[in-house]
């Protein structure tokens, strides 16, 4: 009974420090996100910025000519794991 006596105090403590941390954390998150809310956060790259790909319907053939279906690419999109 003793030792549950004990525990207490160091239970409240712990309980406190929680607290505290998460307080902390809450209050750091929302200043950095209030000093971050006037940037933007999507800009177009400059002018040495060029285009690495480009897709095309006619690159995407299967051997038989034709284009591939959404349902093939969706099939060819799980069956790749992703």
Known sequence: ???????????WKMFLLFIILTTVFYV???WIDQNLSHVQRYEDPGNGAIQVVQYQ??????????????SMRLLEFLGDGE
Not at 1 to 11: A, F
Not at 58 to 68: A, C, F, L, P, Y
């Open 1 to 11: 009974m003793k030792d549950n006596l004990r525990m207490i105090p160091i239970v």
């Open 28 to 30: 750091g998150i929302t």
């Open 57 to 70: 319907e006619e690159t995407r053939k299967e051997n038989s000519g034709k284009s591939i279906s959404p």
